[in-house]
């Protein structure tokens, strides 16, 4: 019986975790939940699944965490308000089941230098594909990473067309039904970038041997690229409940969790490069991700303010990378090594430049 904590149970990655456990009672026990300020539904889950424990807002899950013995701590929440809580789960030496990629992203060396070999285990789909494909392989066999992009419901667009994008438009994913945050991400690419860098972080692959290449099925979940010219993918259809129980218990599978492929029928998968003219976010991502320091920090940072402006009405479509470039523009490079305070002071510093970024594009 595994002891699991979810943080975040509220959203999607949450409650797509609960029907996980909910399906396999034998195998896993909730000890803890936590989500932001949705209380109602909180005690509603607390009560059905039997939790003694649950906490409201990143600070209170940080204790839930540090308080509640566990055997995995699933962090499904949104924001890199989930560093605290990614934080305290490797500190207290559980399993981190890592959906929210903003933690790794923005935390970078100080997450991993936290973290014991094997103690976090990817739940974005890219990364958990990549985790399952090198099950076959050793780190020194590898020749690159390939992360597919579905493309988003932008995908063949110019960037010039991109001007009056609606956010009902940006939040009408091809594939995947998500959070407001990451389903914008996927629209504008920001997500893919992000995914590079956690990419990075996760499987420590230098920037120049992980690629994008678009796959709007959304089926192949990433690859990697072997030394003697093999490519090992990981396929099934788009379903987090798959990378979610992989996160739960890896390395084992939980059986009927997803349905299989169906050869049956006639299909294809396509893949195609990305149009880095229309869509700029992986080349900055990667710009950033190299820079390394805060600058990961200060993108994920100025984005997180830009999306919520495009949704509140404040700026435009291509406003929300217009904005991350120029706060990233504007950083000044930190040195020394990375603490908890030189995040925070990057991150405080970002939103406040991209608000003053926003505003100046209001006008
Ligand atoms: N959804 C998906 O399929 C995928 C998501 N991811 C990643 O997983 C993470 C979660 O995404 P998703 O589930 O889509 O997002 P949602 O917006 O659907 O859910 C976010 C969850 O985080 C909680 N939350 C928000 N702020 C806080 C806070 N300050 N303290 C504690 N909890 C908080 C929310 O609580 P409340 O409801 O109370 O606001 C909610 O439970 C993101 O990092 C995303 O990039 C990665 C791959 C796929
Ligand atoms: C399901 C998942 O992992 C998301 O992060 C996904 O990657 C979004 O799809 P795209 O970013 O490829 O559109
Ligand atoms: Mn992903």
């Known amino acids: ?49 039997g939790v003694e424990h649950t906490a409201l807002g990143e600070i209170e899950a940080e204790q839930l965490v540090r308080s509640v013995g566990a055997d995995v701590v699933l962090n499904g929440i949104t924001g890199s308000v989930g560093l ?61 990473l390939v992360l597919t992009a579905s493309g988003g419901p932008f995908r063949g667009r110019t960037r010039e067309s ?36 956690e990419a990075h972080l ?51 599978r939980v059986p009927g ?7 049956t029928t006639a299909s294809q998968w396509t893949f195609e490069p990305l149009d880095a003219e229309a869509f700029p976010a992986v080349e900055l991502a990667k710009r950033v991700g190299r820079a390394g320091g805060t600058y990961p920090a200060v993108f994920n940072a100025a984005n997180e303010q830009a999306v919520a402006a495009f949704h509140a009405g404040g700026i435009g479509y291509l406003q929300i990378l217009e904005v991350v470039e120029r706060v990233v523009d504007l950083h000044l490079p930190f040195s020394g090594p990375l603490t908890l305070e030189s995040v925070l002071d990057a991150e405080g510093w970002a939103r406040g430049a991209a608000e003053d970024v926003i505003a100046d594009l209001a006008v």
Not at 257 to 263: Q, T
Request: proline share 6%; charged share 15%.
């Open 162 to 197: 991109l001007a009056s994008v609606t956010p009902a438009e940006a939040l009408a994913h091809p594939t995947w039904d998500m959070g407001l945050v990451v389903t914008t991400n996927s629209s504008t690419l920001v997500n893919k970038g992000l995914e590079v860098i």
């Open 1 to 49: 019986m595994r002891r699991v904590i979810i943080l975040g149970s509220t959203g999607s990655i949450g409650v797509q975790a609960l029907d996980v456990i909910a399906a396999n009672r034998d195998s896993f026990e909730i000890v803890g939940l936590a989500a932001g300020t949705n209380r109602e539904v909180l005690r509603q889950q607390a009560h059905d699944f």
């Open 257 to 263: 969790v997803g349905a299989p492929l169906d050869w």
């Open 202 to 252: 996760l499987f420590n692959v230098p920037y120049d041997q992980i690629d994008v290449t678009v796959h709007p099925q959304s089926i192949v979940h990433s690859m990697v690229e072997f030394v003697d010219g093999s490519t090992i993918a990981q396929c099934s259809p788009p379903d987090m409940r798959l990378p979610i129980s992989l996160g739960l218990d890896w390395p084992n």
């Open 84 to 144: 605290g809580p990614t934080l305290a789960a490797l500190e207290t030496g559980t399993t981190l089941a890592l959906a929210n990629k903003e933690s790794l992203i923005v935390g970078g060396d100080l997450v991993r230098d936290a973290a014991a070999p094997g103690q976090i285990v990817p739940v974005d789909s890219e990364h958990s594909a990549i985790a399952q494909a090198l099950r076959s392989g050793t780190h020194a066999e590898v020749r690159r």
